[in-house]
């Protein structure tokens, strides 16, 4: 028997076998992965194309123009781990229903409150910066120490970013019957529990990320001393997160759904295999990528990565 959305109750097959590919194409990605090409190619083309004009180190000026500056660069920042993984945990619903208005509204459901968890975490730490200003630690951008290299903005991020990973591969081991649901019980009294955690945890992406783009909103933010703007804005940019994800499912919902739900009914498993796939692959990458790989830029120890990486 299920016991939230994350966690159906059907057990898939091979279970061993489902984590180690996960986690070999969580792994595989890091050693592929350029944050050069993401942040500056895709990340800075979309935001200055969406905005009009070059956006990279280019002033904020005014409230208006930084909540439209807030919007665009969640845009550009919308392919996270945490945004693949939680639209992979909601694909099945896509071929649950038959009827094209009936999958509408199936996809759209666990939408709600997965933007409610992240405007939620993201306003509340915008209200955070705004108050305690440019003594934040991702303000501090200088090495604690003449050898060590790590600035308390990056372990900021490593931290975050571990722990995100952890609850993710968590997920991951859950939706197979490895472990205990962590949601069972708050599901039973409200559904939309999971979806709200996984909106969650991508608001927390903005208390560590390091995306050039996002560090410029973070200092207006700060500067300003304004806790409305401060809430408003980052609310803005984790919106923008799930916002082009979110168009792109519904669109698979409408054009895939019978073939997804053929698909699943077939084997209601699969379901958990790839919501297993998702949570570990994506929780696997966070934490090699963000506490190993960082450990190699670092020279502290060796890790394999790609030349463009």
Request: proline content about 4%; charged content about 15%.
């Amino acid at each position: 028997m299920g016991t939230s959305l994350f966690v159906n109750g059907h057990v898939p097959r091979r279970r061993a076998l489902i984590i180690l590919v996960s986690a070999l194409f969580g792994f595989a990605l890091t050693v592929v992965w350029s944050a050069e090409f993401v942040d500056r190619t895709i990340g800075d083309n979309v935001a200055s194309g969406l905005l009009g004009h070059e956006v990279r180190d280019a002033p904020i000026k005014g409230a208006l123009a930084g909540v439209a500056f807030a919007l665009a660069t969640g845009v550009a920042g919308t392919f996270t781990a945490c945004n693949v993984a939680a639209f992979s945990a909601i694909a099945p619903l896509a071929g649950s229903v038959r009827t094209r208005r009936g999958r509408l509204a199936q996809v759209l459901k666990p939408l709600g409150p997965l933007a409610a968890g992240a405007v939620l975490v993201s306003a509340l730490y915008g209200v955070i910066v705004a108050l305690v200003g440019t003594g934040m630690p991702q303000f501090q951008e200088s090495a604690g120490g003449a050898s060590s290299g790590f600035s308390a903005r990056l372990v900021q991020a490593m931290v975050v970013y571990g722990i995100i990973g952890l609850v993710m591969v968590y997920l991951g081991l859950a939706s197979m019957g490895l472990v205990r649901d962590p949601l069972a019980r708050v599901s039973a009294r409200y559904p939309g529990a999971p979806m709200f955690v996984m909106g969650a945890l991508i608001g927390a992406f903005l208390i560590g990320r390091p995306f050039a783009l996002f560090r410029q909103l973070f200092r207006d933010a700060a500067e300003s001393h304004n806790v409305l703007y401060g809430a408003v804005a980052f609310s803005l940019q984790a919106f923008g997160n799930v916002l082009i994800m979110a168009v792109l499912f519904v669109l698979m919902a409408l054009l895939a759904g019978d073939r997804l739900g053929r698909w699943f009914e077939a084997d209601p498993r699969r379901a958990s295999a790839v919501m297993a796939v998702a949570f570990i692959a994506a929780g696997v990458f966070m934490i090699l990528y963000w506490d190993v790989r960082i450990l190699a830029r670092r020279e502290v120890i060796w890790y394999p990565m790609a030349p463009w990486a």
